[in-house]
């Protein structure tokens, strides 16, 4: 029973202490989350944002509520955690791809432990640097109304003075969520950033899902309207399958043989396996291109403000609310990149092979070594085509529940694409490691029972 799973992990005191301290932690994120930016008129702010949604402008406003979702802020409400932590997951994605083309960083990583805490240390120079970028452009934007077609900052308040010193503060706010998810991932349970994210993701949720059910509890119980209980019923058994589809791809292993040619003899009886996950990427490819995209609107939008084109309007228009065919077309083909650049970074095949070799281990039918090592690579570039084709087309399915049931497009995110996706991978990872505790101090595991 899951209960009696959860009173056991109660009584192993260092999960407990884990527990608590990112409970905390989670929690001076939400009040964080509500802080407003003091120089900026929240109401106005919130009119012009319905007033665009009303007219049909509703990319900015989509544009919004993308930021919102993937980088565990509230970009709408411009508070001091507006930018999130998506600055510091766009410095990690730059050093991650420098570290591949850029020798003297490639050197760095293969320090160990002391490399890595370099290579921390610099994304963390990277992200103050891109905070202060993007938060300035976008004071600037929210003051000349560029981005809302007004400006939206008190009166008094409107001068470079207070766009600094507003910029500099949204910049401490993206620190502070660094900080946050560090010390999650150091003391408390879980990946931080994943967790900040999910947590973003989570929290929206009322609000996207309380219109339908207001709907049905105003109008009554009615059949065939567009927001009957039979239209009802279709989307929570449509969210159900593909929360299953979801748990089942990231869970699908490919097991590869192995043989120890100590024991060759006991092999028929005694059989192991090494499991290759089809995702092996994760969820990590649909966070790095999902933050990658948020780029071009960024720049074609400071383009756009200083160059009267209807090509760049239309370019705009198209990144920005994270739906037009553009938009698809590049997610997917990030979504490819960065699932084979993840998966190659993780997942080294020679020295897989040379560790077998080093065990008295093989492969049947393959000689140990570089034979090994080749087809252990192959099987991975199969599998991985999988996962991404599996990936990018978890993020079509949102696009296509909008087009086929009418239903705002904020509430089909959630059944795919990458919000669910996140939450799902972060539950799964979650799981997994209380299950780690459990086994570790000899209580029944979560996963295997008999």
């Known amino acids: 029973m899951m209960i009696d799973s959860a009173l056991n992990l109660m009584k192993i005191p260092d999960y407990r202490r884990k527990l608590l301290l990112t409970a905390v932690l989670m929690l001076v994120y939400r009040m964080g989350f509500w802080i407003p930016l003091p120089v900026v ?12 949604t009303e007219e049909g402008s509703s990319g900015i406003s989509g544009f919004m509520q993308i930021v919102s979702l993937f980088s565990a802020s509230k970009i709408g409400n411009a508070t001091i955690f507006g930018l999130g932590i998506m600055p510091y997951i766009s410095a990690s994605i ?7 083309v850029y020798p003297p960083l490639e050197a760095i990583q293969k320090d160990g432990e002391s490399g890595r805490r370099r290579i921390n240390e610099y994304t ?16 600037r934007g929210l003051s000349s109304g560029a981005i809302l077609g007004a400006s939206v900052l008190l009166p008094g308040f409107d001068t470079w003075y207070w766009q600094l010193s507003a910029s500099i503060g949204m910049t401490c706010g993206t620190l502070v969520l660094v900080w946050i998810a560090e010390q999650i991932d150091a003391f408390g349970i879980g990946n931080g950033v994943s967790l900040l994210i999910m947590a973003g993701i989570v929290a929206q949720m009322p609000s996207s899902f309380s219109p339908v059910i207001m709907s049905l509890v105003n109008s009554g119980v009615q059949i065939g309207t567009d927001n009957g209980l039979d239209r009802l019923l279709v989307l929570l058994a449509l969210f159900v399958c593909v929360v299953a589809l979801v748990v089942l791809v990231s869970q699908a292993q490919r097991k590869i043989p192995i043989q120890s040619a100590r024991h060759a003899q006991r092999a028929a009886s005694s059989k192991q396996y090494m499991p290759l996950r089809v995702n092996q990427s994760g969820v990590m490819p649909v966070i790095f ?8 609107y960024f720049i074609l939008s ?30 997917v083909l990030l979504v490819f990149f960065f699932c084979y650049f993840w998966t190659a970074v993780t997942f080294n095949p020679k020295e897989i092979a040379s ?62 694409g990458t919000g669910l996706l996140i939450v799902v991978s972060v539950v799964l990872e979650s799981i997994q490691r209380a299950d780690s505790q459990l086994v570790m101090h000899n209580y029944p595991s979560i996963l295997n029972r008999d």
């Open 124 to 139: 963390r120079y990277a992200t103050v640097v891109i905070c202060l970028l993007q938060s300035f452009v976008w004071m």
């Open 289 to 296: 291109a999902s933050s990658l995209l948020m780029l071009p």
């Open 94 to 100: 730059i050093f991650q791809l420098l570290a591949q």
């Open 41 to 52: 008129d929240q109401d106005v702010l919130q009119q012009r944002l319905i007033q665009m």
């Open 355 to 416: 560790n077998l070799k080093d065990h008295g281990s093989f492969i049947p039918g393959y000689r140990p070594g570089a034979r090994s090592a080749k087809y252990l690579e192959s099987v991975m570039v199969r599998i991985t085509y999988i996962g991404a084709a599996f990936l990018s087309v978890l993020a079509l399915v949102p696009t296509a529940i909008t087009a086929l049931l009418n239903i705002d497009p904020m509430l089909a995110s959630y059944y795919g």
């Open 302 to 331: 400071w383009v756009n403000s200083h160059l009267d084109s209807s090509i760049v309007r239309t370019l705009t228009d198209a990144f920005s609310g994270g739906r037009g065919f553009l938009y698809t077309v590049s997610f």
